[in-house]
């Protein structure tokens, strides 16, 4: 996944906050499950783009919920940090892990 771009344009100490990893156009819109946002997802289902309801510019951590996707966003005076969990591709690595650690111990 690429690296997001975050648009995040307070008025009056609070807003709609952006985070986008396209810049072509956005699919289709879903509700996150958990959370107040949607996701805008490709055909393949690959997240493009989300937006946040409403955040507050001073301070405020927030998740959206999808059925592949989590992103987390943190808000501490101002500056924005994120990061976003693929539940498919979290999985594949901790399988190979378990693997590995077997093979070791015989």
Do not use: N
Not at 31 to 51: I, M, N, W, Y
Not at 73 to 96: F, N, W
């Amino acid at each position: 996944m690429r690296k997001g771009k975050v648009f995040f344009h307070p008025i009056e100490g609070s807003g709609v906050l952006t985070i986008s990893w396209t810049s072509g156009p956005t699919g289709d819109a879903v509700e996150a499950k958990k959370g107040c946002g949607v996701g805008f997802f490709s055909d393949s289902g690959e997240l493009l783009c989300v937006l946040f309801d409403e955040v507050l510019s001073s301070q405020d951590r927030q998740t959206l919920e999808f059925d592949r996707y989590r992103v987390e966003i943190i808000v501490k005076t101002g500056k924005v940090t994120h990061s976003v969990i693929d539940h498919l591709s979290k999985s594949k690595p901790l399988a190979r892990k378990k693997r590995a650690k077997r093979r070791q111990l015989t």
